[in-house]
Structures are given as C-alpha cells and as structure tokens.
C-alpha cells in the first residue's frame, strides 16, 4: 500500500497537482513543465522546466542544468521555443524563470533580488519536481539581451554556483542603455520603465544603475575562473553599440586576467537571433559539452 501511495503522489506532482503543470508539445522530443515559485519579494511567479520528453519519475538520471532568464519584456515562457528539441539531444534541463524586479517582473533589470532567485533555481526546479535530479557540477546560465545582463550577473554575483555562461547580445552598462533608449521607437517609454524599476535616471541614482551593470563586475568576472561566452552583432538595432557594451566587457575582462577562460564572437545577425536552436546556440552548447559536435555545423557569423 505504501508503494501505490508513493507511485500516486509522484504521478500527481507530474500531471499537474503540487504546484507543476505539463504543457504538452505534439511530437516534440521536450517536455516543459510549468512550475511556481516564490520571488524574493514573496511574489508568486511561475517557471517553465524544459526535459527530454523520456524524462520522468521512473527515469531520471542526473543531468546538467541550464539557467534561462528571458530578455526585456519577453515572456518567460517565450523563452522556451528558443530552445527547441536540443535539451532532448543533449540531454540537458533547462529552467526558464518569469522572474521579479525591485518593482516589476518583465523589466527585472539585473535587480539584485532577481540574481539572487536565479541562484536559487537549482533548488526550486528540485524541491517542485522532487524526482528531477541535477548534476551539480554542470550548472549553466544561457542569456539573451537583458537575460544576457542577468547572466553575466549571475556569474558575477555568485561565480561557484556555474560551470559555465554565455551571454548574447547583452547589455553590460545600463547607465549607457538608459541613454540609448532614445534611439528605440518606444525609448522614452523605456526610460520610464527604467525609472520606475531602478529608481529613478542615472543621473541622480549612478549606484544602482551601476550595481546592475556587468561592466562594473568586470574583475569579479575575470578572476571567478567560469568559462565565459560573450555573443553580440554590430548589425544589431536594439542593443546597437554592441563594441561598448558586450565588446568593452570582453576588452576589459582580458585586460584585468589575459588568462580568463573568456571567449568572443561577433557577428552581423539580427538582435538575438544567435541564441536560438537553429542557429549558432548549439555552437554555444558544445563549446560546454553539453551537444556533442554536429557534422556540417559552421562557425560562421554572416
């Protein structure tokens, strides 16, 4: 009797009671589970776990762990299509957190409470899905724009949880981001967003625009031993001064510890168009061994 008792509740927890849901994908190699969380705040927020769709509670090795935060005003779970079949070719998970701001969940912004619920994810995917099992010593952060930021904060803020992170197309100076919005066709909306986020413009709040800029974290970076991917685009129109964000990161990285394990690509695609499953992400992913090398996979950023 205690066994069909263990077998129901682990069955339940799968199909949706317990806080975790299933969205089904016909045909797909992956499954994404949805799961809920409390943020720093206490908010409630929701995540969406991506597994091989043969993953389970009968059968769950220990796998390596990708850490997703969404870009700016990009729903978590529009993160999710990003990625495709390749957790199932890996195998690897993937989380992808809906994520919490000082003020708002969409426009987190590197807040400090948000890299912190980041490190946190580990934990919540397992105490959620208690029979998820995740190799410690493979954990990963995978960015894109302001999931980019948030990447390259997390590595900074706390560099012994990762075994490795790419960041793509991010910004790393929000000060300077803030500036640019101007260029956008909704930049001064932007501009108030930010302000009711951070606190106000930088000019009279320069600490904390600069406590949620990788830049500033340049020596904590380069020094932390984590293998660092850096992806950005001088066609890109959003983040459109790439060689002052992304680049002068790398630049200043190499500058402070030639001997950084911290790799750069620049290409000419659209604005995070890099970091999807059928363009260069898999050259990112086995750059970690998490995909084994593709035949016929070019590295080339035209």
Sequence with gaps: MKRVTVLLAVFFAWTGVAGATTMPQPGSLVRVVRIAYRAHDGVLRAAWVELPAWY???????????????????PARANVKFWGNLPAEGPFIVVNPEGQGRRLALYSWGDRGQIDDLARMPRIVMRALPWVRIDRRRIY??????????????????????????????????????????????????????????????????????????????????????????????????????WTQSGALYRAIKRLNPRAPVVEFVGRWRHTADMRAAN?????????????AREGLRLDFD
């Design 280 to 292: 260069r992400l898999p050259i990112a992913l086995g750059r970690f061994g998490l995909l084994d």
């Design 141 to 242: 952060a995978f960015g894109g724009s302001m999931g980019g930021q948030e990447t390259l904060l997390l590595l900074a803020r706390h560099p012994h949880l990762l075994a490795g992170a790419a960041a793509f197309d991010a910004p790393t100076r929000l000060a300077l981001r803030y500036r640019e919005f101007v260029d956008l066709h909704n930049g001064r909306n932007l501009q108030e967003i930010a302000r009711y986020e951070i606190g106000g413009p930088p000019a009279l709040e320069p600490r904390r625009y600069a406590s949620r800029s990788p830049a500033g974290f340049a020596r904590r970076i380069a020094f932390s031993g984590v293998p660092l991917q850096l992806w950005w685009s001088v066609r890109d129109r959003i983040v459109s001064e790439g």
């Design 56 to 74: 389970g509670p009968l059968h769950h090795p220990a796998l390596p762990l990708v850490i997703s935060p969404h870009g700016r005003g990009v």
